[in-house]
C-alpha cells in the first residue's frame, strides 16, 4: 500500500515538473519568437505600404477662351472667332507614405519597455492625377466660324486639370490622410505583438 502510495505522488511530481517545465518552454520561445529587432521591423515595415496610401475622387472645372479662324489659333480678338470652353473632368489623385524608404537608422526598439520608435518618410502625391476620360462633360459658347467644342478639344485640357486636382486634394488634406493611414497601420502591426509603437515623420 505504501509502496503504490509512494508511486503515485512520485507520478504526481513528475507532472508536475513537466507542466511547470511545459508552461516555461513555451513562454521562453514565445517571448523570443515575438522580439523584434530593427531589421525585423523594418521587413514588416515595408511590406506595408499599400496599406499606407490614401485616394480621393474629385470633379475640377476647368476653363479655356481662345481666338481661332480656320482651326488656327489667333492672337486677334475677331467678332465670330472666340470660343469659350469649360470642361468639368473628374479624376483620382493617391496619396502615399514610401515605407521601403525606412532603414534600420529610422527605427528603435526598446524590448524591456516593450516600444517601438519608426520616423517615416513625409507622405507624398503619388504620380499624376488619374482621369476618368469617359465621364468629361464638356460645355462651350462658340463664335459664328467657330465649330462647336467636342470632347476631343476637352482632352487639350487634360493637363491643366491633373494639377488642379492634385493641388485640391492637398487642399483637401489627402496628404494627412495618407499618414494618418501610415500610422495607423504601422501601430496596428505591433500591437499584435504588445508593443507600444510611435511613428513620426520626417520634415
Known amino acids: 500500500m505504501k509502496k503504490k502510495l509512494k508511486w503515485s505522488l512520485f507520478a504526481i511530481l513528475i507532472l508536475i515538473i513537466v507542466i511547470i517545465?511545459?508552461?516555461l518552454i513555451t513562454k521562453y520561445v514565445s517571448n523570443h519568437t515575438n522580439k523584434q529587432t530593427e531589421e525585423a521591423v523594418v521587413e514588416k515595415i515595408t511590406e506595408l505600404n499599400e496599406l499606407a496610401t490614401a485616394e480621393a475622387y474629385l470633379k475640377v472645372i476647368v476653363e479655356?477662351?481662345?481666338?481661332?479662324?480656320?482651326g488656327e489659333e489667333i492672337g486677334l480678338d475677331i467678332p465670330g472667332t472666340k470660343q469659350k470652353l469649360l470642361v468639368v473632368m473628374p479624376g483620382t489623385v493617391r496619396a502615399g507614405v514610401d515605407l521601403?524608404?525606412?532603414?534600420?537608422?529610422?527605427?528603435?526598439v526598446d524590448e524591456e519597455k516593450k516600444t517601438i520608435q519608426v520616423t517615416a518618410p513625409e507622405p507624398q502625391i503619388q504620380g499624376k492625377a488619374t482621369l476618368d476620360l469617359e465621364k468629361v462633360q464638356v460645355f462651350s459658347t462658340n463664335g459664328l466660324f467657330r465649330d462647336e467644342?467636342?470632347?476631343k478639344d476637352g482632352y487639350s485640357l487634360a493637363n491643366d486639370a491633373?494639377?488642379?486636382?492634385?493641388?485640391e486634394a492637398e487642399t483637401a488634406g489627402l496628404l494627412k490622410h495618407a499618414k494618418t493611414n501610415a500610422e495607423q497601420a504601422i501601430r496596428n502591426l505591433f500591437s499584435a505583438l504588445n508593443y507600444n509603437t510611435t511613428v513620426e515623420f520626417k520634415e
Do not use: Y
Open 64 to 70: 479655356r477662351e481662345n481666338n481661332a479662324l480656320f
Open 162 to 167: 491633373q494639377k488642379l486636382m492634385i493641388k
Open 21 to 23: 517545465a511545459t508552461v
Open 149 to 151: 467644342a467636342t470632347v
Open 100 to 108: 521601403s524608404k525606412i532603414t534600420k537608422e529610422d527605427v528603435q
